[in-house]
């Protein structure tokens, strides 16, 4: 036997005797120094929902989404992740930060291209690390005489800051403002002009092959009518 396959195979029934209790995450220090105390950090979540986060960004940022958030309260999110703070009473910035681990990292993203589209002119720097996540497991019978187990393992990290203000344009994942994901522009321009590229919005095409194909014309008759012809005459 492989003796790859052979340690696998002995890991996962040892495994077996145990159970996860719990997962801690270490913290992770923000890569971007010199940053404005009041920057709103957001740590985006696999449960997170998108309409919340974004309201909160965008409150941090602009006044009239300001006065629309405080219209509509944010509700707090299922699955134990709670909301965003509120963001009334608090200054405006200039520099919003959002941050993800794992499963976040796309939705992280997400918030970031549609926070771009809705506050033009804005800088992006995006920072890739790596976390830590430790699993601890406890056996299944105490009495066994097993040990508990901590399982460390890394976790892909994504940074990403917009800014009103210039950034260092000589930064790796530097990104100047104006610059959209080729997939995200392609949907706003189905959204803004109501179809495919080309196509004039509520047009839509013919079914059939057209004029030139065969059908039923004025000179054609049917052989019931034809019928009904000869009886008159």
């Not at 036997?1 to 077996?16: I, V």
């Not at 309409?51 to 958030?69: G, I």
Request: glycine fraction near 12%.
């Amino acid at each position: 036997m492989n003796p790859n396959l052979k340690r696998r195979l002995h890991r996962r029934a040892k495994m077996e005797n145990y159970s996860k209790a719990r997962t801690v995450e270490q913290p992770c220090v923000c890569p971007f120094p010199d940053l404005a105390p009041d920057t709103p950090e957001i740590h985006v979540k696999d449960g997170s929902k998108i309409r919340n986060l974004l309201r909160y960004a965008l409150s941090r940022m602009e006044a009239k989404a300001r006065a629309a958030d405080e219209k509509v309260r944010p509700q707090p999110e299922e699955g134990g992740v709670e909301a965003a703070p509120e963001a009334s009473g608090r200054p405006l910035c200039r520099q919003v930060i959002f941050t993800a681990s794992g499963k976040g990292v796309s939705k992280a993203i997400t918030c970031a291209e549609i926070v771009k589209r809705r506050v033009k002119g804005l800088h992006q720097l995006t920072q890739l690390l790596y976390g830590t996540v430790e699993e601890v497991w406890e056996p299944l019978e105490p009495t066994a005489g097993l040990d508990s187990l901590t399982v460390s393992r890394n976790l892909p990290v994504i940074w990403i800051l917009l800014s009103k203000d210039p950034l260092d344009s000589n930064q790796p994942g530097y990104q100047a403002p104006g610059r959209y994901d080729a997939l995200w522009a392609q949907a706003a321009n189905r959204e803004e002009g109501g179809g495919l590229s080309g196509q004039r919005p509520g047009h839509r095409r013919k079914r059939g092959g057209g004029g030139g194909g065969r059908g039923k014309g004025s000179g054609r008759q049917s052989g019931r009518s034809r019928e009904a012809a000869k009886g008159q005459s």
